[in-house]
């Protein structure tokens, strides 16, 4: 065999090594096979069930949106935007959109202050500091509906042990869920009662993994107090902040349990969300179409606040 066949031969057998056309030799090229990844196998289940009960219902919510869907009807109307744009113009749900806007604003600010300050307050490791950290998060592991029906008894002003150490000092009972003003203050301060033990956790295992060298390098040049928390704490903690943040703005502006228990979304629609709204919507008045539409305005909001939210907390390599 001359040289030069031997290096043809080399170099269609590299070519098809690698993945490319062999020159045409006259020979008919092996077909490649096709290889299936075991892992398709396994994640199988799991992407049935993700499917079925998650990809599914999201495309037909969105299609229910778009008819006057009712329950029992003979038929559904179409409707095109119509359930949009009956929403825009509803009073109802600008203000449950009002309440869900101040529910989450004032829940989560109050729980991320709260909660980095029991952190620092408890990070050092001593049996007094385990005790107060289970207590604080003890609540976060009780369900919603359970704390909500808790503090109703308890803010109840002819039962209620609220009322009545009020009344123990002298004072007049307080319409707490009963009045206007009162309600959705009252429950903004159960939910951060419930919920600063998880943020607290998560502040706490962060502030535990800032380098201590990080600190003394700043003290070393002078920082101190509100410069160390301002130039090494808080960018130290940021990814920390970030899921913190998102994971409470989310359940926030989900919240259900816990308003639909302690007051339904009353007194004179105080405390009404858009979560109640939709429920009352959908499973009262049977306007799965309108229910719809609300949950997809729901879902756009959640995403443009999370959208912001990882804007503003991105880690920058100036910090």
């Not at 056309?21 to 290889?35: L, M, N």
């Not at 803010?155 to 707490?176: A, M, N």
């Not at 002078?222 to 998102?246: C, D, E, K, N």
């Given at each position: 065999?001359?040289?030069t066949?031997?290096?043809?031969?080399s170099?269609?057998?590299g070519?098809?090594?690698?993945?490319g056309?062999?020159?045409?030799?006259?020979?008919t090229?092996?077909?490649?096979?096709?290889?299936?990844?075991?892992?398709?196998?396994f994640m199988?289940?799991?992407?049935?069930?993700?499917?079925?009960?998650?990809?599914?219902?999201?495309?037909?919510?969105?299609?229910?949106?778009?008819?006057?869907w009712?329950?029992g009807a003979?038929?559904?109307?179409?409707?095109?935007?119509?359930?949009y744009?009956?929403?825009f113009g509803?009073?109802r749900?600008?203000?449950?959109l009002?309440?869900?806007?101040i529910?989450a604003?004032?829940?989560?600010?109050l729980?991320l202050l709260?909660?980095?300050a029991?952190?620092a307050?408890?990070?050092?490791d001593?049996?007094?500091?385990?005790?107060?950290?289970?207590?604080?998060?003890?609540?976060?592991?009780?369900?919603?509906a359970v704390i909500?029906?808790?503090?109703?008894?308890?803010?109840?002003?002819?039962?209620?042990?609220?009322?009545?150490?009020?009344?123990?000092?002298?004072?007049?009972?307080?319409q707490?869920?009963?009045?206007?003003?009162l309600?959705?203050?009252t429950?903004?301060?159960?939910?951060?009662?419930?919920?600063v033990?998880?943020?607290?956790i998560?502040?706490?295992?962060a502030?535990?993994?800032?380098?201590?060298?990080?600190?003394?390098a700043?003290r070393l040049?002078?920082?101190s107090?509100?410069r160390?928390?301002r130039?090494?704490?808080?960018p130290?903690?940021?990814?920390?902040?970030?899921?913190?943040?998102?994971i409470?703005?989310?359940?926030?502006?989900?919240?259900?349990?816990?308003?639909?228990?302690?007051t339904n979304?009353?007194?004179?629609?105080a405390?009404?969300?858009?979560?109640?709204?939709?429920?009352r919507?959908?499973?009262?008045?049977?306007?799965?179409?309108?229910?719809?539409?609300?949950?997809?305005?729901?879902?756009?909001?959640?995403l443009?606040?999370?959208?912001l939210?990882?804007k503003?907390?991105?880690?920058?390599?100036?910090?």
């Amino acid at each position: 065999m001359s040289t030069t066949s031997t290096a043809s031969a080399s170099g269609a057998r590299g070519v098809a090594r690698r993945g490319g056309s062999a020159p045409d030799t006259g020979t008919t090229p092996r077909r490649r096979r096709i290889r299936w990844q075991p892992a398709w196998l396994f994640m199988a289940p799991s992407l049935t069930i993700i499917a079925v009960f998650i990809a599914y219902p999201i495309v037909e919510s969105f299609r229910y949106s778009l008819y006057d869907w009712r329950v029992g009807a003979d038929s559904q109307e179409w409707l095109g935007l119509g359930n949009y744009t009956e929403l825009f113009g509803d009073e109802r749900f600008w203000n449950a959109l009002r309440v869900t806007v101040i529910f989450a604003v004032a829940s989560v600010a109050l729980q991320l202050l709260l909660g980095y300050a029991a952190a620092a307050a408890l990070q050092r490791d001593g049996w007094f500091n385990r005790v107060v950290r289970s207590a604080f998060f003890f609540p976060t592991v009780v369900a919603l509906a359970v704390i909500g029906l808790v503090w109703r008894f308890l803010l109840d002003p002819q039962i209620g042990l609220v009322s009545g150490l009020i009344e123990r000092f002298g004072g007049d009972p307080v319409q707490w869920l009963q009045d206007p003003a009162l309600a959705l203050p009252t429950v903004i301060f159960v939910s951060v009662w419930k919920n600063v033990g998880f943020t607290m956790i998560i502040l706490l295992a962060a502030l535990k993994g800032v380098p201590a060298q990080l600190y003394e390098a700043a003290r070393l040049d002078g920082a101190s107090g509100w410069r160390l928390t301002r130039h090494v704490t808080l960018p130290s903690i940021r990814p920390a902040l970030l899921f913190a943040t998102m994971i409470m703005t989310i359940n926030s502006l989900q919240v259900f349990d816990l308003v639909y228990v302690m007051t339904n979304g009353g007194p004179l629609f105080a405390t009404d969300t858009l979560v109640t709204m939709m429920f009352r919507e959908g499973f009262e008045n049977f306007r799965i179409g309108y229910a719809s539409a609300i949950a997809w305005v729901l879902f756009a909001l959640i995403l443009l606040l999370s959208a912001l939210q990882l804007k503003l907390f991105r880690y920058r390599d100036v910090d």
